[in-house]
């Protein structure tokens, strides 16, 4: 059995391929043209060890606002793609990763149900970077879970540097989707009283 999702979206503003291996090793191919943004996508495939393929062309010379969207859009696409029927998975699954000073709790369940609480420390930079809205965290995390049908908890208790805080988020997210994916060998079938997910 493989679990791969392939998506290519296109739209007036953007064209975006997004290829996912849950089974990888952590080999991770991204180009989207907003640097920062492609840095937390390697961290999402490195440390989630799955093999992540993203090519997105978007309307840069308006902002990155679309660019990152559309691809956070396909990035959960192509995540419930590769899910499957989702038996034998572990289902929930949880990550405190520290980065310095910041630390990132989250906690996931592939519950088929999206829903996100996000809370990050006051006062963070507005911008990391000529072209990451720090913002846009929260809305990369609400496009995936929206597409990919995940219930997401991510909260940072505290932090100084806006690259820590955002960093540490998707290292925090890599490790709870590595582990909820995970086969577990006490799981027959769906993890789930009512039998699907």
Same mark, same amino acid.
Not at 13 to 41: N, R, S
Not at 123 to 138: H, K, L, Q
């Given at each position: 059995?493989?679990? @791969?999702?392939?998506? %290519?979206? *296109?739209?007036?503003e953007?064209?975006?391929?997004?290829?996912?291996?849950?089974? *990888?090793?952590?080999?991770?191919?991204?180009?989207?043209?907003?640097?920062?943004?492609?840095?937390?996508? #390697?961290? &999402?495939?490195? $440390?989630?060890s799955?093999?992540?393929?993203? @090519?997105?062309? *978007?309307? &840069? +010379? /308006?902002?990155? !606002? +679309?660019? /990152?969207?559309?691809?956070?859009?396909? &990035?959960?696409?192509?995540?419930?793609?590769?899910l499957?029927?989702?038996?034998? /998975?572990?289902?929930?699954?949880?990550?405190?990763?520290?980065?310095?000073?910041?630390?990132? =709790?989250?906690t996931?369940?592939?519950?088929?149900?999206p829903?996100?609480? !996000?809370?990050?420390?006051?006062?963070m #930079?507005?911008?990391?970077?000529? %072209?990451?809205?720090t913002?846009?965290?929260? $809305?990369i995390f609400?496009?995936?879970?929206? !597409?990919?049908?995940?219930?997401?908890?991510? $909260?940072?208790?505290?932090?100084?540097?806006? +690259? !820590?805080?955002? %960093?540490? =988020?998707f290292k925090? &997210?890599a490790? #709870?989707?590595?582990?909820?994916v995970?086969?577990?060998?006490?799981?027959h079938?769906?993890?789930?009283? @009512?039998? #699907?997910?």
């Amino acid at each position: 059995m493989t679990r @791969k999702g392939r998506v %290519e979206r *296109g739209t007036k503003e953007t064209q975006v391929l997004v290829e996912i291996d849950l089974d *990888g090793t952590g080999l991770v191919d991204v180009a989207t043209g907003v640097g920062f943004f492609d840095h937390m996508l #390697a961290q &999402l495939g490195k $440390h989630g060890s799955f093999d992540l393929t993203v @090519k997105t062309t *978007g309307d &840069l +010379h /308006i902002d990155s !606002h +679309h660019t /990152i969207e559309d691809t956070a859009i396909a &990035l959960g696409q192509a995540f419930r793609e590769a899910l499957g029927d989702k038996a034998g /998975i572990r289902r929930f699954a949880d990550a405190s990763i520290p980065l310095d000073e910041s630390l990132a =709790q989250v906690t996931v369940d592939v519950s088929g149900r999206p829903y996100l609480v !996000h809370v990050e420390p006051d006062g963070m #930079a507005p911008m990391i970077g000529p %072209e990451y809205d720090t913002t846009m965290t929260r $809305h990369i995390f609400e496009s995936f879970v929206s !597409h990919a049908r995940v219930a997401l908890h991510v $909260h940072v208790p505290y932090g100084r540097n806006a +690259h !820590h805080i955002v %960093e540490a =988020q998707f290292k925090a &997210l890599a490790r #709870a989707l590595r582990d909820a994916v995970a086969f577990d060998p006490k799981v027959h079938g769906v993890p789930s009283t @009512k039998g #699907a997910l």
